[in-house]
């Protein structure tokens, strides 16, 4: 496979970061976007607050400018967990803010530079909650709406060689995930629950899936919501 150039937002930690060691172990040049840089990141690395709408579109044209992008990873991500009856509107909309409008300004910076080359391939970050999960009302909201906006860019996209997929993780072993699910928590046992193989995933494993949909060979594969949940979707809902 030709050696590419892969944005990945969210890249300093968990999925992003696996994405992006996996992706420099393979040859490729990941390019790294996160609110704080890593010490050691695989490639390229931009500081950026991805919730200012304008220092993105700098930061963005930034990378543009530089030699183009052939590969996108939407994993930038923002959640919090409430009942339906005490979901905080901010709360709703910046959830949706993160991870639908960051993702289309990404893409919408890089598209012409993908249509010029004929081809491309943006992955978008999903998850199990969409299938239906308690406490989950934003997230798995935004998350769908990005799973619909998946299908509608795969369809505009194709005839001009740009594939466009979403991996839809369950629990990951990441801060993040730890951050609100505590080893041995009642919150984590509920979880594991709905997971045949009853366990956490990993950061590598979801990384593996993201990294399979932006090779060379996965050109026949678009508009696809890809589940690596440890068979959570069988149940979830």
């Known amino acids: 496979m030709p050696r590419r150039r892969v944005l990945?937002?969210?890249?300093?930690?968990?999925?992003?970061?696996?994405?992006?060691d996996r992706l420099a172990a393979s040859g490729h040049d990941p390019i790294?976007?996160?609110r704080t840089a890593p010490p050691d990141f695989p490639g390229q690395f931009y500081e950026a607050d991805l919730s200012d709408r304008g220092a993105t579109a700098e930061l963005l044209d930034d990378i543009v400018?530089?030699?183009?992008?052939?590969?996108?990873?939407?994993?930038?991500?923002?959640?919090?967990?409430?009942?339906?009856?005490?979901?905080?509107?901010?709360?709703?909309?910046?959830?949706?803010?993160?991870?639908i409008r960051v993702a289309v300004q990404v893409v919408q910076a890089v598209l012409p530079g993908m249509?010029?080359?004929?081809?491309?391939?943006?992955?978008?970050?999903?998850s199990l909650v969409t299938q239906g999960v308690a406490e989950r009302t934003p997230y798995a909201a935004a998350k769908a709406a990005l799973e619909a906006c998946t299908r509608v860019w795969a369809g505009e996209l194709a005839s001009h060689?740009?594939?466009?997929?979403?991996?839809?993780p369950g629990p990951i072993e990441t801060e993040t995930y730890r951050g609100f699910s505590p080893t041995g928590s009642d919150r984590e046992?509920?979880?594991?629950?709905?997971?045949?193989?009853?366990?956490?995933?990993?950061?590598?494993?979801?990384?593996?899936?993201?990294?399979?949909?932006?090779d060379?060979?996965?050109?026949?594969?678009?508009?696809?919501?890809?589940?690596?949940?440890?068979?959570?979707?069988?149940?979830?809902?």
Not at 115 to 126: C, D, H, K, Q
Request: charged letters at 15%.
């Open 161 to 168: 060689g740009i594939t466009v997929n979403a991996v839809a």
């Open 115 to 126: 249509i010029e080359a004929g081809r491309g391939r943006i992955v978008n970050l999903s």
């Open 8 to 20: 990945i937002t969210g890249a300093s930690k968990g999925i992003g970061r696996a994405a992006a």
């Open 216 to 237: 060379e060979d996965a050109g026949y594969i678009t508009g696809q919501i890809v589940r690596v949940d440890g068979g959570g979707s069988i149940s979830a809902a």
């Open 65 to 99: 400018a530089g030699s183009g992008v052939d590969a996108v990873v939407n994993n930038v991500s923002y959640q919090r967990f409430s009942h339906i009856g005490s979901v905080d509107l901010d709360d709703l909309f910046t959830t949706y803010d993160m991870n």
């Open 32 to 34: 790294g976007v996160a």
């Open 189 to 214: 046992t509920r979880a594991l629950d709905i997971i045949p193989l009853h366990r956490v995933g990993t950061p590598a494993e979801a990384a593996h899936l993201i990294c399979m949909l932006l």
